[in-house]
């Protein structure tokens, strides 16, 4: 959601924006899904049970958070374009630090920090792995934000879109059915 709030926000098309709000209210579906799930299934689970989700949660967000925007990622491209691969990933790696991650990830709508708070409001973290978590973000921020997500609104505002293009047709077969 984080993601697509930033497209919404950012882009100047009407299409490109019309289009990402609804992607949103899909993807507003798939959040409330997990979080009925979490809610139902993680005070039921074991220590063991909850440490392997918990767990391979953490280790997710940290391959999504090194391979999606690592430079090694783009080898082909840095070749491509005549650059040397192995010193522009250098480069990089002196340029975007745990600093540079961490100030980026206090926007709201970075993909990551959308990310630990969906995971801390599911009760998914917790003195196990919070420290690898606040590494990168402010735990207690998150917290004091309670369970809105960014992009919810935007969402809702989808979704009444949807019911007016779904039922706008059927108040006209109810009056036709009552004559």
Same mark, same amino acid.
Request: with cysteine; hydrophobic share 40%; net charge negative.
């Given at each position: ?16 924006? /019309?289009?990402?709000?609804l ?12 979080? +009925?799930?979490? %809610? &139902? #299934? ?23 958070l ?23 990933i250098?480069?990089?790696a ?11 990830? /206090?926007e ?11 995971l801390?409001?599911?009760g +998914?973290?917790t %003195? &196990? #792995? ?22 919810d ?6 979704i009444k879109?949807l019911q ?16």
């Amino acid at each position: 959601m984080g993601a697509f709030a930033t497209i919404y926000a950012k882009t100047n098309d009407p299409l490109a924006k /019309k289009l990402t709000q609804l992607v949103m209210t899909d993807e507003a579906f798939h959040h409330k899904f997990g979080k +009925i799930w979490a %809610d &139902r #299934t993680i005070p039921h689970l074991t220590e063991q049970e909850h440490e392997i989700i918990e767990m391979w949660a953490a280790h997710c967000f940290q391959t999504l958070l090194f391979n999606l925007v690592a430079p090694t990622q783009q080898r082909d491209l840095y070749e491509e374009f005549g650059l040397d691969p192995e010193r522009v990933i250098a480069e990089m790696a002196q340029i975007v630090t745990d600093e540079t991650r961490r100030e980026n990830m /206090k926007e709201q709508t970075n993909i990551f920090r959308v990310l630990v708070k969906t995971l801390l409001n599911a009760g +998914i973290i917790t %003195d &196990r #792995t919070k420290a690898f978590y606040a590494t990168y973000v402010d735990l207690e921020e998150l917290k004091t934000e309670g369970e809105k997500m960014v992009g919810d609104d935007i969402a809702e505002e989808g979704i009444k879109y949807l019911q007016e293009i779904n039922f706008k047709d059927r108040a006209k077969q109810v009056l036709i059915a009552a004559e």
